[in-house]
Every structure is written in structure tokens, then in C-alpha cells.
């Protein structure tokens, strides 16, 4: 497995393993409105341009990432999706 920094064509990969991983926390708390799983295509472009996208590559498919923010000198991760197979 490698971890590459990720690139605005990677978005729409990650938004689909976001809302897949995401979607069974909502059944555990009959939530589908969570953030994760409403979160557009659009929202998500904006992020790109605003934090650290990196993503799980192995053998050529993407199977996970992870969104950080920089806040003075601490890196915070938001969000962090990995396919259920890979977890």
C-alpha cells in the first residue's frame, strides 16, 4: 500500500469510498443526514483547495483517504474513509 497526496481528479474516487464507508455508522445511529453522506461533489472541491487530501493506493485502486487541516502548528485530520475490505 502507498499514500500519495491526492489530486483534484481523485475527488470524486474518494467522495464515492466516503459515502460507502460512512453510509453504516448511519445505520448504527439512523442518521442518513451526516455530514459524510450529504456532502456534494462541489463541497468536497472546495476542501481540495482548502486541506490535505492524501489516499490508500494499493495495487493501482484507491481504497481510502484522509482530509487534515493545518491549525498554527498542529495538523488536524477531519475525515478519514477506509473501504471495509481494507479495514
Not at 489530486?7 to 464515492?16: G, M, N, P, R, S
Not at 453522506?37 to 476542501?47: A, G, M, S, V
Not at 483517504?65 to 474513509?81: C, D, F, G, H
Request: aromatic share 12%; charged share 30%; net charge negative.
Amino acid at each position: 500500500m502507498k499514500i500519495n497526496r491526492a489530486v483534484l481528479w481523485d475527488v470524486e474516487t474518494i467522495l464515492q469510498i466516503q459515502k460507502c464507508v460512512y453510509l453504516s455508522e448511519a445505520e448504527i445511529y439512523h442518521d442518513y443526514g451526516i455530514s459524510p453522506l450529504i456532502e456534494t461533489f462541489e463541497e468536497i472541491k472546495q476542501d481540495f483547495s482548502e486541506q490535505v487530501f492524501l489516499k490508500a493506493v494499493e495495487d493501482r485502486y484507491t481504497i481510502g483517504s484522509m482530509r487534515s487541516y493545518l491549525e498554527k502548528e498542529t495538523s488536524y485530520i477531519r475525515l478519514l474513509s477506509v473501504i471495509s475490505e481494507c479495514q
